[in-house]
């Protein structure tokens, strides 16, 4: 799979003040990239991103098999080829003999970023002690984010999202909330949240006034 696909903008009149952006989504799964299941990490992951970003997003969508030569030839094509911005993946990333997305992913980066993989384990901990297994990094590859996340589609939700109480209110904070300023970091697109699903934290030197409004 490996045809890219627009999700359209929100609607709105704030639809043409966010820059566009192109996103890796990336499953691995043996199994799924062979049919005998269906795929359900890339629908969790745009299905999230549509909900989260304000901006105009084109899906780089790749359905593979664990084979560590086959991921890292994915990852490079979609940041140095189709020229994403971000990468996600999903799956492979356990203690399994065939996990192994991230050796894939530490074998095209540029600089290690440890501290999404961290948070994510702290976040999978408040739910089931064998989070410590989860393995799942992120790294820099140029002027792109690559960041692997865990394969169940509710855990997908909870590491991106964080965790918030009856109310709504943030308990602990999702590692998207660090993604946008990581991207202005490095070069990327400017990336708007939608507060009500994950609220993006810039230093407010970093905030870009609404376009035609005075900085």
């Known amino acids: 799979m490996s045809s890219s696909t627009t999700s359209p903008p929100p609607t709105g009149p704030t639809t043409t003040e966010h820059d566009a952006v192109r996103i890796g989504i990336v499953s691995v799964s043996d199994r799924a990239s062979t049919g005998v299941y269906e795929d359900k990490g890339l629908p969790a992951l745009r299905e999230w991103l549509g909900r989260a970003l304000r901006n105009p997003i084109t ?6 098999p664990d084979e560590q030569d086959r991921i890292s030839a994915a990852l490079v094509e979609l940041v140095d080829v189709a020229k994403c911005d971000l990468v996600l993946t999903t799956g492979g990333t356990g203690p399994a003999r065939r996990d192994v997305t991230p050796e894939a992913t530490l074998a095209i980066a540029d600089k290690e970023m440890p501290g999404f993989g961290e948070q994510m384990r702290q976040i999978s901990l408040r739910f089931v002690p064998t989070a410590i297994l989860s393995r799942q990094v992120a790294v820099i590859r140029g002027s792109a ?18 965790l918030k109480d009856a109310q709504g209110q943030q308990l602990v904070p999702g590692i998207f909330a660090a993604v946008p300023y990581c991207i202005d970091l490095i070069g990327g697109p400017y990336l708007k949240t939608d507060d009500s699903v994950c609220k993006a934290f ?8 609404a376009r035609g409004t005075a900085a």
């Open 59 to 64: 899906f780089e969508p790749r359905l593979i």
């Open 145 to 162: 984010l690559v960041i692997n996340l865990p394969g169940q589609p509710k855990s997908i939700q909870e590491t991106l999202e964080g």
């Open 202 to 209: 810039r230093p407010k030197s970093a905030i870009r006034p």
